[in-house]
């Protein structure tokens, strides 16, 4: 039976968040050189690659909120082409580290009735099969509900990965995050934030304090609630830094690595 694991990069990672439509190379490289190391090292293993939309979609669905308080016909295809583009850069960083991957864009695999997101994942199922490693990313999509004409949703990544996993049955998913893992609350305001190395799924809420974040997709809290919905017994979900060294080889391997395991 084949291992399936479901890998998603952030967003925050793998851009400059700060720099709109500005690719983190060297850490995008890094990434997909751990990835790389691991399928060569485990012929058997599969993984579903999902990555985040970071300065490349945020922005523009930011901006667009702000405006008209919804993402209108404009900016939907506007995030789609950004999207795709972000989508291109990994995809290429992929194939120069010897992946082969292809590319299923959400929007083509994916809708939405009254917010509800439905999938179907056939076409994900088929590539691994063929051994080829899809890459799927948050993205825009229709919902189709609405009685005036379409209108569109966001489907995060970490939305995705909650899907993927439930619909393949996968035994653990690795969130790839610019924080080391879940902290006792945040590290970026709190130094007094201690990092939590394990954890059960029903601690969760009482162990740690999420703060609100501004990103249009959510913060830590968002990840972790959404994954939370996915678990099942004899799951784990692993919160992991994304700038440290082999950490993310090292958490595919099921060697030490920084971060939080998450029992379900």
Same mark, same amino acid.
Request: include cysteine; charge should be neutral.
């Given at each position: 039976?084949? &291992? =399936?694991?479901?890998?998603? %990069?952030?967003? /925050? ?20 050189? *751990?990835? +790389?190391?691991? &399928?060569?090292d485990n012929p058997g293993a599969s ?7 970071? +300065? ?6 930011? #901006?667009? %909120? ?24 990994? %995809?290429? @960083? ?8 292809? /590319? ?10 009254? +917010?509800? @997101? ?14 080829? %490693? ?6 825009? @999509?229709?919902?189709?509900? /609405? ?9 995060s990544g970490d939305k995705l990965a *909650?899907?993927?996993?439930? #619909? ?13 893992? =879940?902290?006792t609350s945040d590290p970026k305001r709190? !130094?007094?934030?201690? $990092?939590?190395?394990? &954890? ?6 009482? !162990? ?13 809290? +968002? ?14 979900? $692993?919160? =992991? ?10 958490? &595919? /391997?099921? !060697? ?9």
């Amino acid at each position: 039976m084949t &291992l =399936i694991k479901v890998v998603k %990069l952030g967003g /925050s990672v793998i851009t400059c968040k700060d720099s709109p439509f500005t690719v983190n190379v060297p850490v995008l490289y890094d990434l997909a050189h *751990q990835i +790389s190391k691991y &399928l060569r090292d485990n012929p058997g293993a599969s993984l579903v690659l999902i990555h985040g939309g970071g +300065s490349y979609g945020h922005a523009l669905v930011r #901006e667009c %909120l702000s405006m008209y308080g919804r993402i209108t016909r404009e900016c939907f295809v506007r995030t789609a082409h950004y999207m795709m583009m972000l989508n291109n850069i990994v %995809l290429e @960083v992929m194939l120069a580290n010897g992946i082969e991957a292809v /590319s299923i864009p959400t929007r083509s695999i994916c809708y939405a009735v009254d +917010s509800t @997101v439905i999938c179907n994942v056939d076409q994900i199922r088929r590539c691994i099969s063929a051994g080829i %490693l899809p890459v799927v990313f948050g993205d825009v @999509v229709i919902d189709i509900s /609405s009685a005036g004409g379409a209108k569109y949703i966001v489907v995060s990544g970490d939305k995705l990965a *909650q899907m993927i996993a439930r #619909e393949f049955h996968v035994n653990e998913v690795i969130l790839v995050t610019d924080v080391d893992g =879940i902290f006792t609350s945040d590290p970026k305001r709190d !130094k007094s934030a201690k $990092l939590i190395k394990e &954890l059960k799924a029903a601690e969760v809420r009482s !162990k740690v304090k999420f703060m609100e974040v501004t990103d249009v997709t959510g913060g830590m809290g +968002s990840k972790v609630v959404e994954m939370l919905e996915y678990c099942t017994e004899g799951t784990r979900i $692993l919160v =992991i830094g994304g700038f440290i060294k082999d950490n993310l080889y090292n958490a &595919l /391997s099921m !060697k030490e690595f920084i971060g939080t395991t998450i029992w379900c």
